[in-house]
């Protein structure tokens, strides 16, 4: 199996990996405030940010292998620092040909257009090398960033989920939305 490795002008998306564990644990170390509004923790109720971090990686690339998810980290070129995150988890094949996406940005590269350039790479290889036919992305109905980047990236809102996730302890309601890939 080719494993993918994108170029975009600012960053490098790579698989996540046993082999590059240390980077998610360094970017979620630095964004723990940032991302915990928004996102279902990382951390074990019993274990270390790191130990999680390197389970999340093992999980990562066993997705890989057996096709249920593509999840990437963006290095920055030069730095070599992790950037970005975007998650294509839950693959589904016939008939569905679907997954859904989820993603962050560091805090300190946040209203760049970062995000977008990372998401828009990895939708563009989900949707012409893996090629699915529907992408889907959730977000609170508060998380105004999220609904302009997917908004930006062609994203349409398709419904609301009453407590659909469980993020800080909270079942939060939830925005659906999805992205068709016509071409399949
Ligand atoms: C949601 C999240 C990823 C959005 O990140 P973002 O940086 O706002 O998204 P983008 O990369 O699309 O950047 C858009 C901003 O960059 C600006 N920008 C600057 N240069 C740009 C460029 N070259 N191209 C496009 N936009 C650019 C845009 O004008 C926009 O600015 P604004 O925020 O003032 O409106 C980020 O807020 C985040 O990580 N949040 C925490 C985790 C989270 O919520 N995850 C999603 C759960 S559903």
Same mark, same amino acid.
């Given at each position: 199996?080719?494993?993918?490795? %994108?170029?975009?002008?600012?960053?490098?998306?790579?698989?996540? !990996?046993?082999?590059?564990?240390? @980077?998610?644990?360094? =970017?979620?170390?630095?964004? +723990?405030?940032?991302?915990?509004?928004?996102?279902? !923790?990382?951390?074990? /109720?019993?274990? !270390?940010?790191?130990?999680?971090? $390197? @389970?999340?990686?093992?999980?990562?690339? +066993?997705?890989?292998?057996?096709?249920?998810?593509? /999840? #990437?980290?963006?290095?920055?070129?030069? !730095?070599?620092?992790? @950037?970005?995150?975007?998650? #294509?988890?839950? %693959?589904?094949?016939?008939?569905?040909?679907?997954?859904?996406?989820?993603?962050?940005?560091?805090? /300190?590269? +946040?209203?760049?257009?970062?995000?977008?350039?990372?998401?828009?790479?990895? %939708?563009?290889?989900?949707?012409?090398?893996?090629?699915?036919?529907?992408?889907?992305?959730?977000?609170?109905? $508060?998380? %105004?960033?999220?609904?302009?980047?997917?908004?930006?990236?062609?994203? &349409?809102? &398709?419904? =609301?989920?009453?407590? =659909?996730?469980?993020?800080?302890?909270?079942?939060? $309601?939830? *925005?659906?939305?999805?992205?068709?890939?016509?071409? *399949?």
């Amino acid at each position: 199996m080719n494993t993918p490795e %994108i170029a975009t002008p600012r960053c490098t998306l790579r698989l996540l !990996s046993p082999h590059n564990a240390a @980077l998610l644990h360094a =970017y979620k170390t630095r964004n +723990q405030d940032h991302l915990s509004p928004w996102e279902p !923790s990382t951390a074990q /109720q019993n274990g !270390s940010l790191a130990e999680a971090c $390197d @389970l999340a990686a093992h999980r990562a690339w +066993q997705g890989f292998m057996n096709g249920t998810s593509v /999840q #990437f980290i963006a290095i920055e070129h030069g !730095s070599q620092r992790m @950037l970005a995150g975007c998650n #294509f988890t839950n %693959i589904v094949r016939d008939p569905l040909q679907a997954c859904h996406l989820g993603y962050s940005v560091d805090l /300190q590269h +946040q209203g760049r257009g970062l995000m977008r350039e990372v998401a828009q790479a990895g %939708i563009d290889y989900m949707f012409h090398t893996v090629g699915l036919h529907r992408i889907m992305a959730n977000h609170m109905p $508060d998380n %105004i960033r999220s609904e302009r980047l997917l908004r930006a990236l062609g994203f &349409e809102r &398709e419904g =609301y989920a009453r407590a =659909y996730l469980k993020i800080a302890g909270n079942w939060e $309601d939830m *925005v659906l939305n999805a992205l068709i890939n016509q071409q *399949v």
